[in-house]
């Protein structure tokens, strides 16, 4: 009787070592808060989204929980305890005192004056990794920030809708540009040479919403045995291998959806036709920002053999027939109204948009993801 109840005592002695050893705390500290205000700790595990709050007393706060084994992305986000309902959620959204960082097992300290944009956060390897990267980002990030500003009064006024609105953001989005790219040289850099963070995984996840088999394989496969062979690993390899399956040079997978009278159209009914495949959503800005582009093309060579067919990521029929009238889109678009679960969006490993595939008259996708003049360019060298 003795040695069970030892073996009890032993298991659970054992169980209670395992979730001490999963768990952590995040202590912090605002030293000139005037009132009392409410952080808001986010973080996804096991594909949920976890939100906790605590009330600051006197500047401080604490929040504690368990974790797995691996380090994840999470964010503090600083808010006032009475809202303002003269702000718009998109204003809100935009305008939000928010800081990312890696939360993982043990003590994370937060220490600011009243904002938690600029305070620092420290505690742990991953976060001290994820801070030098912040600091080599940092050059781009300061010239960035401005012009990023001046894109919030202009989204939240008129919510990325209207051809004034879309013209001013393709014009800042040009200046932001040159900047995004060294940023992306810079982390691409950062990733080989840190081949087993996990900041490294997550900035090559973050790249896999829009998978670029030439550039991201390489990335990914840059990565520590270990880290490709995570759970997240596996998932992203599994992506990897549907993308490359839409890839240049491949057949272009067929479907069909209904367009916006319900009547099916197929993909396979314009062989014999360059098409471009499009996916978008009356809700994604830069997806509006970039049809302007799209129908310029679309009147030059239309009468060319060229076509489009939109597929749309909506899920309420309204917002898609508004958006589709509001930007004068006169190519044929269909839709199941099933958000992100569309099923040709399933077939062509859409996760973020707006993606695009331009397929030749064979059924062969000859390229994708083609921006701004890139799509007339493309076809003004097939198309004499």
Known sequence: MKRITYMIAGISFLAFTAD???SFSVNGK?????????VFLNYRQNSKRIADSAITKNGTFSFKGQIGNEPIKA????????????????????RSDEQDFFLEQGTISVKGTSTAK??????????????????LLKPEKDQAAPLREQMIPILVRTQGKGMDTIKRLQEIQKLIG???????????????????SYVSFNLVQERGGIIRPKTFEPLFNSLSSRLRNTENGKALAKKLDIVKKTAVGVKAMDFSQPDVSGKMVSLSSYKGKYVLLDFWASWCGPCRAENPNVLKAYKEFKDKNFDILAVSLDDKKENWLKAVKDDALPWTQVSDLMGWKNQAAGFYAITAIPQNFLIDPNGVIIASNLRGEELAKKLSQLIK
């Open 20 to 22: 001490a050893q999963n």
């Open 30 to 38: 605002f030293s000139s808060l005037k009132e009392d205000m409410k």
């Open 75 to 94: 964010s503090i986000t600083l808010k006032p305890v009475s809202s303002d309902p003269s702000k718009s959620f998109i204003e809100k959204m935009l």
């Open 118 to 135: 600029t305070a620092l956060i420290t505690g742990g390897k991953t976060q001290s990794e994820y801070l030098a990267l912040q600091a």
């Open 178 to 196: 040159p900047l995004s790219q060294k940023e992306d040289a810079k982390e691409e850099a950062f990733i080989k040479a840190n081949p087993d």
